[in-house]
């Protein structure tokens, strides 16, 4: 809705700021200075390049330029890109029972997508990297952030860092590649991103505190189901999708993989 009113680059910085000015309100009374000297602070740092900044601008060119589908389809691998890397690096421990609930979820996600339309045809093959690269970077920010909370395991800052060095980033990429004047203009499209920002960051606080608390398996499988949710929602709230049989297979085969997951956690 925000993108039929304003560019993505502009929306993306006015995301990523809101979520930024959200922290720091949150955080300013009760922020230890200490916490900026940690280690950990390079660590939330180089997630924050990533994640929000370059996933979110990512993400809105591949819904731009080879649609919702696509984008959902390559975001289904999130748990895998995510996932080996904490294996490899990390030292966390994936039970079989988590590995086929994995399985399933991509399986259930990527049939999401291919029902929904997915075609190569009339398709530049080089703008399938936008999708695939948005996966890829909000994967990678996981474990990259997993590693600062085994240093400093506070969220909170976690998240004010990364919104932070986000929003420089996503400023740069204005200044640089785009029209810094349209920030000024305030329109719907101001008041959609800025909302968008508020739900954004909600999520992203209760990813980070899913990540604190569990390992990156668990949180990158469940965060994976967003498809899912958008489905729903394009179902009953903004009408833009009608119900289909095929619905009904894909919600069982999320459900079931991601109980999977969790039980395989549990087991673990």
Known sequence: MAL???????????????????????????????????????????????????????????????GPAFTAAFGAFLPLFATIPAVLYLDERVTLLQILGICLLVGGLLLAAIARGVSLRNRVFYLLFLPLGAAMVRAIAQPLTKAGYK???????????????????????????????????????????????????????????????????????????????????????????SLKWWHGVVALIVCVGTIMVVMGQADG
């Open 4 to 66: 039929s009113h304003l560019d993505g680059l502009t929306g993306t910085f006015i995301s990523v700021a809101t979520m930024a000015t959200l922290f720091w309100l949150i955080s300013v009374w009760q922020l230890n200075w200490e916490f900026w000297f940690s280690e950990a602070t390079l660590y939330f740092a180089l997630a924050g390049v990533l994640f929000p900044a370059l996933a979110q601008r990512l993400q809105i060119s591949a819904v731009k330029n080879v």
């Open 151 to 241: 240093i400093l395991a506070e969220p909170i800052f976690a998240t004010l860092v990364m919104t932070s060095v986000s929003t420089l980033v996503v400023g740069a990429m204005v200044i640089v590649f785009g029209v810094p004047r349209r920030l000024l203009s305030p329109g719907r499209g101001h008041a959609l991103f800025t909302l968008n920002g508020i739900l954004v960051g909600t999520g992203f606080l209760a990813m980070q505190l899913s990540l604190v608390s569990g390992p990156v398996s668990l949180t990158a499988s469940l965060l994976s189901t967003i498809p899912i949710w958008t489905l729903v929602l394009g179902i009953f709230f903004f009408k833009n999708e």
